[in-house]
């Protein structure tokens, strides 16, 4: 199971750290990701990290995904936000995903946690 959080409201300009705990996986055989999806729209790929990371042109240099193996969890550090970036988030987790980029190489998801941003 994924269990994200850190959702909320904050102005453009502001970070925030979303975080994604994982229970019942075999954590290091795992990529993990975020995905996204704005209301209106259809879910995108945001973020990826096995043992190295991927990233969307749109969040490229703004955001960092990172995960820790001690504790099961991935992060995205979200900074420099943007309304565009208001949207419910997904982490997601793929067995023998190569840094996928699309929702059918994942076959675990959270529940997602929505954040908007205020310019």
């Known amino acids: 199971q994924l269990q994200a959080s850190g959702g909320g409201s904050v102005q453009a300009g502001d970070s925030l750290r979303l975080s994604c705990a994982l229970s019942?996986?075999?954590?290091?055989?795992?990529?993990l990701a975020w995905f996204r999806q704005a209301p209106g729209k259809e879910r995108e790929f945001v973020a990826a990290?096995?043992?190295?990371?991927r990233y969307a042109d749109s969040v490229k240099g703004r955001f960092a995904i990172s995960r820790d193996n001690a504790n099961n969890s991935v992060s995205l550090q979200m900074n420099s936000l943007e309304p565009e970036d208001t949207a419910v988030y997904y982490c997601?987790?793929?067995?023998?995903?190569?840094?996928?980029?699309?929702?059918?190489?994942?076959?675990?998801w959270g529940q997602g946690t929505k954040f908007t941003v205020s310019s």
């Open positions: 997601a987790a793929g067995y023998g995903v190569v840094l996928g980029t699309q929702t059918a190489e994942y076959t675990h």
């Open positions: 019942g996986l075999a954590f290091g055989s795992y990529t």
């Open positions: 990290i096995y043992w190295t990371t």
